[in-house]
Protein backbone atom coordinates (compact mmCIF):
# COMPACT_ATOMS: atom_id res chain seq x y z
CA UNK A 1 0.00 0.00 0.00
CA UNK A 2 2.83 2.18 0.66
CA UNK A 3 4.94 1.47 -2.03
CA UNK A 4 1.82 2.14 -4.29
CA UNK A 5 1.30 5.40 -3.23
CA UNK A 6 5.32 6.87 -3.15
CA UNK A 7 7.94 5.12 -5.72
CA UNK A 8 10.33 3.14 -4.77
CA UNK A 9 13.22 5.34 -5.10
CA UNK A 10 11.56 7.85 -2.81
CA UNK A 11 10.36 4.61 -0.19
CA UNK A 12 14.24 3.73 0.75
CA UNK A 13 15.30 7.18 1.46
CA UNK A 14 12.24 7.94 3.79
CA UNK A 15 13.86 5.44 6.70
CA UNK A 16 17.81 7.15 6.65
CA UNK A 17 16.06 10.50 6.34
CA UNK A 18 14.05 10.21 9.35
CA UNK A 19 17.32 8.31 11.34
CA UNK A 20 19.29 11.74 10.10
CA UNK A 21 16.53 13.79 11.37
CA UNK A 22 16.37 11.95 14.75
CA UNK A 23 20.06 11.99 14.92
CA UNK A 24 20.40 15.96 14.10
CA UNK A 25 17.22 16.78 16.76
CA UNK A 26 19.01 14.53 19.75
CA UNK A 27 22.45 16.89 18.57
CA UNK A 28 20.64 19.94 19.06
CA UNK A 29 18.71 19.20 22.36
CA UNK A 30 22.29 18.02 23.57
CA UNK A 31 23.73 21.31 22.31
CA UNK A 32 21.50 23.51 24.17
CA UNK A 33 21.48 21.69 27.60
CA UNK A 34 25.19 22.04 27.86
CA UNK A 35 25.27 25.47 27.57
CA UNK A 36 28.12 25.76 25.02
CA UNK A 37 25.73 28.19 22.75
CA UNK A 38 26.98 31.48 22.70
CA UNK A 39 23.83 34.08 24.00
CA UNK A 40 25.74 36.84 24.75
CA UNK A 41 25.34 40.14 23.50
CA UNK A 42 29.58 41.14 23.05
CA UNK A 43 29.30 39.41 20.15
CA UNK A 44 27.62 40.12 16.94
CA UNK A 45 25.20 37.52 15.07
CA UNK A 46 26.84 35.63 12.39
CA UNK A 47 26.34 37.22 9.16
CA UNK A 48 23.87 34.98 7.44
CA UNK A 49 22.30 34.65 10.40
CA UNK A 50 21.84 38.25 10.84
CA UNK A 51 20.72 38.26 7.16
CA UNK A 52 18.07 35.84 7.33
CA UNK A 53 16.24 37.26 10.47
CA UNK A 54 16.12 40.76 9.09
CA UNK A 55 14.35 39.29 5.65
CA UNK A 56 12.33 37.68 7.69
CA UNK A 57 11.43 40.51 9.61
CA UNK A 58 10.86 42.58 6.26
CA UNK A 59 8.96 40.09 4.50
CA UNK A 60 6.65 39.42 7.60
CA UNK A 61 6.16 43.63 8.06
CA UNK A 62 5.24 43.86 4.26
CA UNK A 63 3.03 40.62 4.91
CA UNK A 64 0.82 42.46 8.00
CA UNK A 65 0.75 46.00 7.35
CA UNK A 66 -2.58 46.51 6.36
CA UNK A 67 -3.57 49.50 8.10
CA UNK A 68 -4.25 52.39 5.91
CA UNK A 69 -2.92 55.60 6.81
CA UNK A 70 -5.66 58.48 7.87
CA UNK A 71 -5.45 61.17 5.75
CA UNK A 72 -4.12 64.11 7.69
CA UNK A 73 -0.96 62.20 8.87
CA UNK A 74 1.86 64.30 7.53
CA UNK A 75 0.06 67.21 9.32
CA UNK A 76 2.90 69.45 11.55
CA UNK A 77 -0.16 68.73 14.47
CA UNK A 78 1.03 64.77 13.84
CA UNK A 79 4.29 65.18 13.95
CA UNK A 80 4.09 67.55 16.87
CA UNK A 81 2.68 65.26 18.98
CA UNK A 82 4.72 62.16 18.17
CA UNK A 83 7.84 63.85 18.59
CA UNK A 84 6.92 64.04 22.11
CA UNK A 85 6.97 60.40 22.75
CA UNK A 86 9.69 59.75 20.69
CA UNK A 87 11.83 62.55 22.94
CA UNK A 88 10.62 61.36 25.73
CA UNK A 89 11.20 57.29 24.45
CA UNK A 90 12.35 56.26 21.03
CA UNK A 91 15.21 58.70 21.35
CA UNK A 92 17.31 56.31 24.03
CA UNK A 93 17.86 54.00 21.19
CA UNK A 94 17.52 55.37 18.14
CA UNK A 95 19.09 59.00 18.65
CA UNK A 96 17.63 62.45 17.10
CA UNK A 97 19.06 65.59 14.61
CA UNK A 98 21.85 66.46 16.71
CA UNK A 99 22.54 64.06 19.20
CA UNK A 100 24.24 60.58 18.17
CA UNK A 101 23.22 56.54 20.29
CA UNK A 102 24.18 56.10 23.51
CA UNK A 103 27.04 53.62 23.90
CA UNK A 104 24.35 51.22 25.99
CA UNK A 105 22.47 51.04 22.87
CA UNK A 106 25.27 50.87 20.82
CA UNK A 107 26.44 47.72 23.26
CA UNK A 108 23.34 45.42 22.04
CA UNK A 109 22.35 42.97 18.92
CA UNK A 110 21.35 43.94 16.78
CA UNK A 111 21.68 47.55 17.34
CA UNK A 112 18.67 49.90 16.83
CA UNK A 113 19.24 51.41 14.01
CA UNK A 114 19.75 55.09 14.20
CA UNK A 115 16.07 56.64 11.93
CA UNK A 116 18.28 59.87 11.61
CA UNK A 117 19.77 58.63 8.50
CA UNK A 118 16.88 58.30 5.58
CA UNK A 119 17.39 55.03 4.91
CA UNK A 120 15.89 53.12 7.72
CA UNK A 121 13.03 55.39 7.69
CA UNK A 122 12.52 55.77 3.98
CA UNK A 123 12.53 51.99 2.81
CA UNK A 124 9.15 51.78 5.03
CA UNK A 125 6.05 52.48 3.53
CA UNK A 126 3.38 54.57 6.22
CA UNK A 127 1.74 50.88 6.75
CA UNK A 128 4.39 49.28 7.19
CA UNK A 129 5.80 51.75 9.94
CA UNK A 130 3.03 51.72 11.89
CA UNK A 131 3.24 47.88 11.80
CA UNK A 132 6.27 48.40 13.62
CA UNK A 133 5.74 50.56 16.25
CA UNK A 134 2.26 48.46 16.84
CA UNK A 135 3.31 45.34 17.03
CA UNK A 136 6.90 45.62 17.90
CA UNK A 137 9.86 43.19 16.39
CA UNK A 138 11.19 39.61 18.19
CA UNK A 139 14.44 39.51 18.93
CA UNK A 140 15.43 42.74 18.50
CA UNK A 141 14.47 44.31 21.93
CA UNK A 142 11.76 46.09 19.69
CA UNK A 143 8.61 46.85 22.18
CA UNK A 144 4.74 46.69 21.04
CA UNK A 145 3.04 49.90 21.38
CA UNK A 146 2.38 49.85 25.35
CA UNK A 147 -1.71 50.80 24.85
CA UNK A 148 -3.93 48.50 22.89
CA UNK A 149 -6.52 50.34 20.92
CA UNK A 150 -4.66 53.83 20.34
CA UNK A 151 -3.55 53.41 16.78
CA UNK A 152 -3.84 57.26 16.80
CA UNK A 153 -1.45 57.32 18.79
CA UNK A 154 0.78 55.69 16.60
CA UNK A 155 0.31 57.25 13.34
CA UNK A 156 1.71 60.43 15.58
CA UNK A 157 4.57 58.68 15.77
CA UNK A 158 4.47 57.72 12.44
CA UNK A 159 4.06 61.15 10.96
CA UNK A 160 7.24 62.29 13.55
CA UNK A 161 9.89 58.93 12.08
CA UNK A 162 8.56 60.16 8.32
CA UNK A 163 9.68 63.49 9.02
CA UNK A 164 12.69 63.03 11.03
CA UNK A 165 15.04 62.76 8.99
CA UNK A 166 15.43 66.06 7.08
CA UNK A 167 14.70 68.20 10.43
CA UNK A 168 17.25 70.28 11.69
CA UNK A 169 18.14 69.46 15.16
CA UNK A 170 16.76 73.35 16.22
CA UNK A 171 13.47 71.98 15.11
CA UNK A 172 13.94 68.71 16.74
CA UNK A 173 15.29 70.00 19.79
CA UNK A 174 11.65 72.24 19.79
CA UNK A 175 9.34 69.42 19.32
CA UNK A 176 11.04 66.68 21.23
CA UNK A 177 12.89 67.76 24.02
CA UNK A 178 10.93 71.18 25.16
CA UNK A 179 7.40 71.85 24.52
CA UNK A 180 6.26 72.87 20.59
CA UNK A 181 4.21 75.48 21.94
CA UNK A 182 6.96 77.31 23.77
CA UNK A 183 9.67 77.95 21.15
CA UNK A 184 11.54 80.34 23.45
CA UNK A 185 11.95 77.89 26.56
CA UNK A 186 15.00 77.05 27.61
CA UNK A 187 16.85 74.03 25.76
CA UNK A 188 19.00 71.20 26.47
CA UNK A 189 21.44 72.81 24.09
CA UNK A 190 21.62 76.82 23.68
CA UNK A 191 23.21 76.07 19.99
CA UNK A 192 22.48 73.07 17.74
CA UNK A 193 24.99 70.57 19.16
CA UNK A 194 28.11 69.54 16.50
CA UNK A 195 28.24 65.82 16.53
CA UNK A 196 32.03 64.32 17.56
CA UNK A 197 32.62 60.79 16.76
CA UNK A 198 33.56 58.89 20.08
CA UNK A 199 35.20 55.02 20.21
CA UNK A 200 33.29 52.09 21.68
CA UNK A 201 34.47 48.40 21.68
CA UNK A 202 32.26 47.26 18.84
CA UNK A 203 32.02 50.57 17.11
CA UNK A 204 33.78 49.18 13.91
CA UNK A 205 30.83 46.78 13.77
CA UNK A 206 29.32 46.89 10.13
CA UNK A 207 27.00 48.65 8.59
CA UNK A 208 28.18 51.52 10.21
CA UNK A 209 25.57 53.51 8.52
CA UNK A 210 23.06 52.30 10.30
CA UNK A 211 24.20 53.52 13.68
CA UNK A 212 25.57 56.73 15.02
CA UNK A 213 28.69 57.04 17.70
CA UNK A 214 29.20 60.61 17.77
CA UNK A 215 28.20 63.04 21.17
CA UNK A 216 26.15 63.97 22.79
CA UNK A 217 24.10 60.87 23.01
CA UNK A 218 20.70 60.63 24.68
CA UNK A 219 20.58 58.97 28.69
CA UNK A 220 17.91 56.99 30.11
CA UNK A 221 18.05 58.95 33.18
CA UNK A 222 14.15 59.40 34.74
CA UNK A 223 12.98 63.23 34.53
CA UNK A 224 10.24 62.25 36.00
CA UNK A 225 11.80 60.51 39.45
CA UNK A 226 15.18 62.34 39.57
CA UNK A 227 14.20 65.58 37.84
CA UNK A 228 11.50 68.39 37.46
CA UNK A 229 8.30 66.78 37.21
CA UNK A 230 6.44 69.72 35.27
CA UNK A 231 9.63 69.68 32.65
CA UNK A 232 8.86 66.76 31.60
CA UNK A 233 5.03 67.02 31.45
CA UNK A 234 5.97 70.83 29.73
CA UNK A 235 7.08 68.83 26.64
CA UNK A 236 3.96 67.97 25.04
CA UNK A 237 1.57 70.61 27.26
CA UNK A 238 3.53 73.67 27.30
CA UNK A 239 5.06 75.75 29.98
CA UNK A 240 1.47 77.51 30.81
CA UNK A 241 -0.19 74.01 30.69
CA UNK A 242 -2.13 75.24 27.97
CA UNK A 243 -1.16 72.29 25.54
CA UNK A 244 -2.66 73.09 21.79
CA UNK A 245 -3.11 70.05 18.60
CA UNK A 246 -3.03 66.86 20.16
CA UNK A 247 -2.38 68.11 23.72
CA UNK A 248 -4.83 68.57 25.81
CA UNK A 249 -4.87 72.04 28.05
CA UNK A 250 -4.44 71.04 31.88
CA UNK A 251 -5.06 74.76 32.96
CA UNK A 252 -9.10 73.73 32.31
CA UNK A 253 -9.75 71.09 34.93
CA UNK A 254 -9.90 70.51 38.40
CA UNK A 255 -7.56 68.97 40.97
CA UNK A 256 -9.30 65.88 41.54
CA UNK A 257 -9.79 65.35 37.80
CA UNK A 258 -6.30 65.77 37.49
CA UNK A 259 -5.11 63.15 40.21
CA UNK A 260 -7.94 60.55 38.91
CA UNK A 261 -6.85 60.96 35.70
CA UNK A 262 -3.05 60.57 36.00
CA UNK A 263 -3.72 57.46 38.49
CA UNK A 264 -5.74 55.60 35.88
CA UNK A 265 -3.11 55.94 33.61
CA UNK A 266 -0.61 54.90 35.80
CA UNK A 267 -3.02 51.65 36.46
CA UNK A 268 -3.25 51.14 32.53
CA UNK A 269 -7.44 51.90 32.96
CA UNK A 270 -7.21 55.09 30.64
CA UNK A 271 -5.32 53.75 27.56
CA UNK A 272 -2.18 55.77 26.23
CA UNK A 273 1.05 54.65 24.93
CA UNK A 274 1.95 58.31 25.89
CA UNK A 275 1.04 58.87 29.29
CA UNK A 276 0.98 55.61 30.65
CA UNK A 277 5.23 55.71 29.96
CA UNK A 278 5.21 58.94 32.19
CA UNK A 279 2.96 57.92 34.47
CA UNK A 280 3.89 54.95 35.81
CA UNK A 281 7.27 57.19 36.99
CA UNK A 282 5.14 58.80 39.27
CA UNK A 283 4.80 58.45 43.40
CA UNK A 284 1.14 59.07 44.97
CA UNK A 285 2.79 62.31 46.56
CA UNK A 286 4.11 63.49 42.79
CA UNK A 287 0.68 62.94 40.98
CA UNK A 288 -1.15 64.93 43.87
CA UNK A 289 1.44 67.80 43.52
CA UNK A 290 1.20 67.88 39.79
CA UNK A 291 -2.74 68.12 40.05
CA UNK A 292 -2.62 70.74 42.39
CA UNK A 293 0.09 72.74 39.99
CA UNK A 294 -2.00 72.51 36.95
CA UNK A 295 -5.31 73.23 39.10
CA UNK A 296 -3.66 76.39 40.15
CA UNK A 297 -2.71 77.68 37.38
CA UNK A 298 -4.93 80.73 35.29
CA UNK A 299 -7.27 78.98 33.01
CA UNK A 300 -6.96 79.45 28.95
CA UNK A 301 -8.09 79.07 26.17
CA UNK A 302 -5.75 76.65 24.31
CA UNK A 303 -6.05 78.35 20.92
CA UNK A 304 -7.68 81.29 18.87
CA UNK A 305 -11.05 80.34 18.05
CA UNK A 306 -11.55 79.07 14.47
CA UNK A 307 -13.18 80.23 11.93
CA UNK A 308 -16.94 79.39 10.86
CA UNK A 309 -16.76 76.63 8.39
CA UNK A 310 -13.04 76.47 8.68
CA UNK A 311 -12.88 72.95 10.34
CA UNK A 312 -16.84 72.25 11.65
CA UNK A 313 -19.71 74.36 11.65
CA UNK A 314 -20.56 76.60 14.33
CA UNK A 315 -23.84 76.34 14.30
CA UNK A 316 -24.48 72.71 14.31
CA UNK A 317 -21.48 72.56 16.95
CA UNK A 318 -23.73 74.94 19.42
CA UNK A 319 -26.85 72.81 18.83
CA UNK A 320 -24.48 69.51 19.63
CA UNK A 321 -23.79 71.33 22.55
CA UNK A 322 -26.63 72.84 24.30
CA UNK A 323 -29.61 71.18 22.84
CA UNK A 324 -28.03 67.79 21.69
CA UNK A 325 -29.46 65.48 18.63
CA UNK A 326 -32.89 64.63 19.28
CA UNK A 327 -33.58 62.75 16.38
CA UNK A 328 -30.59 60.57 17.47
CA UNK A 329 -31.65 59.83 21.07
CA UNK A 330 -28.52 62.47 22.02
CA UNK A 331 -28.50 64.89 24.90
CA UNK A 332 -26.52 68.08 24.94
CA UNK A 333 -22.75 67.80 25.65
CA UNK A 334 -23.50 70.90 28.35
CA UNK A 335 -26.04 68.15 30.46
CA UNK A 336 -22.70 66.28 31.77
CA UNK A 337 -19.67 68.88 30.72
CA UNK A 338 -20.59 72.16 32.79
CA UNK A 339 -18.62 73.19 35.50
CA UNK A 340 -20.55 72.13 38.61
CA UNK A 341 -21.24 68.68 37.38
CA UNK A 342 -17.50 68.46 35.91
CA UNK A 343 -16.12 68.97 39.30
CA UNK A 344 -18.47 67.20 41.20
CA UNK A 345 -18.62 63.76 38.67
CA UNK A 346 -15.32 64.02 37.36
CA UNK A 347 -16.05 65.22 33.55
CA UNK A 348 -13.74 67.16 32.65
CA UNK A 349 -14.53 70.95 31.24
CA UNK A 350 -13.64 71.16 27.58
CA UNK A 351 -14.78 75.21 27.23
CA UNK A 352 -11.29 76.47 25.32
CA UNK A 353 -10.21 72.78 25.17
CA UNK A 354 -7.35 71.98 21.56
CA UNK A 355 -9.80 71.74 18.89
CA UNK A 356 -7.62 68.92 17.10
CA UNK A 357 -7.25 67.12 20.82
CA UNK A 358 -11.46 67.41 21.36
CA UNK A 359 -12.07 66.06 17.74
CA UNK A 360 -9.44 63.50 17.95
CA UNK A 361 -10.76 62.03 21.79
CA UNK A 362 -14.53 61.85 20.30
CA UNK A 363 -12.87 59.57 17.61
CA UNK A 364 -10.93 57.45 20.07
CA UNK A 365 -14.51 57.23 21.76
CA UNK A 366 -15.82 56.07 18.69
CA UNK A 367 -13.29 53.67 17.83
CA UNK A 368 -13.86 52.14 21.61
CA UNK A 369 -10.27 52.79 22.65
CA UNK A 370 -9.86 55.69 25.14
CA UNK A 371 -10.40 53.79 28.48
CA UNK A 372 -11.75 55.67 31.58
CA UNK A 373 -10.68 56.78 35.17
CA UNK A 374 -12.77 54.17 36.01
CA UNK A 375 -11.49 51.82 33.01
CA UNK A 376 -14.00 50.13 30.42
CA UNK A 377 -17.05 50.74 31.41
CA UNK A 378 -19.64 48.05 29.36
CA UNK A 379 -22.17 50.83 29.43
CA UNK A 380 -19.61 54.14 29.19
CA UNK A 381 -21.95 57.09 27.45
CA UNK A 382 -19.38 58.43 25.43
CA UNK A 383 -18.26 55.16 23.58
CA UNK A 384 -22.46 55.23 22.44
CA UNK A 385 -22.78 59.12 22.04
CA UNK A 386 -19.63 59.11 19.89
CA UNK A 387 -20.87 56.12 17.71
CA UNK A 388 -23.86 58.32 16.94
CA UNK A 389 -21.44 61.02 15.65
CA UNK A 390 -20.04 61.53 12.07
CA UNK A 391 -17.29 63.50 11.11
CA UNK A 392 -18.51 66.55 10.38
CA UNK A 393 -20.34 66.81 13.81
CA UNK A 394 -17.60 65.91 15.59
CA UNK A 395 -15.41 68.56 13.57
CA UNK A 396 -18.21 71.16 14.37
CA UNK A 397 -19.00 70.33 18.24
CA UNK A 398 -14.97 70.48 19.02
CA UNK A 399 -14.65 74.15 17.06
CA UNK A 400 -17.39 75.21 18.90
CA UNK A 401 -15.77 74.12 22.61
CA UNK A 402 -12.41 75.39 21.15
CA UNK A 403 -14.00 78.84 20.88
CA UNK A 404 -16.01 78.96 23.99
CA UNK A 405 -13.90 81.26 26.45
CA UNK A 406 -13.53 79.42 29.70
CA UNK A 407 -12.96 82.82 31.63
CA UNK A 408 -16.93 83.44 31.22
CA UNK A 409 -16.94 79.86 34.10
CA UNK A 410 -16.85 80.21 37.50
CA UNK A 411 -13.77 78.85 39.08
CA UNK A 412 -13.13 75.41 40.11
CA UNK A 413 -11.87 76.70 43.77
CA UNK A 414 -15.59 78.16 43.75
CA UNK A 415 -17.40 75.36 42.80
CA UNK A 416 -14.79 73.09 45.11
CA UNK A 417 -15.42 75.46 48.11
CA UNK A 418 -19.18 74.59 47.95
CA UNK A 419 -19.10 70.56 48.57
Known sequence: MFRSIFPFRLTQWLGPLLV??????????????????DLSA??????????????????????????????????????????????????????????????VVLSM????????????????TAPELFRIVKAGVKYSAMP??????????????????????????????????????QPNATAPFVDPPTLAPYALRNDK???????????????????????????????????NGAGGGAFPNLTLQSRNYLARTLTAYAAGRRRSGFMQM?????????????????SSLPRRSTEAAPANGAAGDMATGQKLALIGLPSAGLGACAGCHGVTRAADKAYPLIE?????????????????????????????????IAKKLNDAEISSVAAYYAAQPPALVQSFAAVEQKK
Open 20 to 37: AALLAAIGAIVIVTSGIV
Open 42 to 103: AKPHPELWARFLHYTFTRSTAFHADEQPPADLDTPVRVAAGAGYYGQVCARCHGGPGFGQNP
Open 109 to 124: HPKPQYLVNDLPVAKF
Open 144 to 181: SWPADRRDDEIWQLVAFLRAMPTMSPATFQNLALVSHA
Open 205 to 239: EPPLIANSYKTPVFGFSGLALSGDVTATCARCHGA
Open 278 to 294: VATELSPSQIDALAGYY
Open 352 to 384: GQAQWYIANQLRVFRAGGRGGIEGDRPNDPMVA
